[in-house]
């Protein structure tokens, strides 16, 4: 799971890089979003507003990042403990999952997990897209941050074991480190369709009568599928572990940038404003009817 973390970091990084690389070259968008609306306005698919989407983007990676230092270090099990484990204490609905492990499976989500993450570096080759490169960039950061948040803060709250703890086959030393109370929820299948779905809505959105759209939504459909099952047959996750992850992922790649299409901004009866009170901190969303 170490790789897991290292992996995303360094995507994070990527991320960032591509982001600055992309300021310069459309001519500091971000900064200057009324020149480039007055320079193209039929062609502006989203609208960034600086003071809002930085800061968050920004308080969002550093949350995750500082996250994964948490999830990832998480206190041993003791082996009297794990050997006390009963399957009867699972829910109904995930108790037949447990005892499964299959470290084949397990690495092939890996591969689909790291090779997924690159992906919408590839809507860059589209010139229509590429001119917007640093929305992109700044868009996918906020995606996959949101979805990080989410990760790392339900795995700090809840220390639930994966099913391979259930599981003699399984070494000790595997069923007894801390990072195998990382149970809920499934961190590569929300990664894989924050980025595929990701994917899928921007070249959706630069292309809404283009046939292919279909291809690629279909393509994360079976990336993030692909990887929930293999997950599964790793023994890393329960069933509702997964489908929280799909839920996640596929929600914060298609919704990030939904709420930023420039239609949406361009309507009144539409808001979004950042909310702070008592114990909650977050965005408002308002739409009047």
Not at 76 to 102: C, H, K, M
Not at 109 to 132: M, N, Q, T
Not at 149 to 165: D, E, H, I, Q
Request: aromatic content about 12%; glycine content about 8%; cysteine-free.
């Amino acid at each position: 799971m170490m790789r897991m973390k290292m992996g995303l970091l360094a995507s994070l990084a990527l991320l960032l890089h591509t982001f600055s690389y992309g300021q310069n070259d459309t001519s500091t968008a971000l900064s200057n979003t009324n020149n480039y609306n007055a320079q193209a306005p039929s062609e502006e698919v989203y609208k960034i507003k600086p003071k809002l989407d930085l800061p968050l983007t920004i308080g969002a990676t550093a949350f995750t990042i500082f996250g994964f230092s948490q999830v990832y270090t998480k206190e041993g099990t003791p082996e009297a403990t794990i050997r006390n484990l009963s399957v009867q204490n699972i829910p109904r609905f995930d108790r037949w999952a447990a005892d499964i492990y299959n470290e084949k499976a397990a690495d092939a989500s890996d591969y689909i997990f790291y090779g997924s993450v690159p992906v919408p570096f590839l809507l860059l080759a589209d010139k229509k897209i590429r001119k917007d490169a640093a929305k992109i960039g700044l868009l996918y950061l906020q995606a996959m941050a949101t979805t990080g948040v989410l990760y790392t803060g339900s795995n700090m709250v809840f220390n639930r074991y994966r099913p391979y703890t259930y599981n003699p086959n399984a070494t000790m030393g595997d069923r007894t480190e801390g990072n195998a109370k990382n149970s809920f929820f499934a961190g590569h299948a929300a990664l894989v369709g924050t980025a595929t779905f990701f994917t899928a809505k921007v070249f959706a959105d630069y292309h809404p009568t283009s046939n292919w759209k279909w291809v690629v939504y279909g393509a994360a459909a079976v990336a993030t599928g692909t990887t929930g099952y293999l997950r599964h047959r790793g023994g890393r996750h329960f069933p509702s572990d997964i489908l929280v992850g799909t839920a996640v992922g596929t929600l914060s790649g298609i919704l990030v940038p939904h709420f930023h299409k420039h239609k949406l901004f361009k309507d009144p009866s539409l808001s979004v404003l950042p909310y702070s009170g008592g114990l909650s901190h977050g965005l408002l969303l308002s739409y009047k009817w």
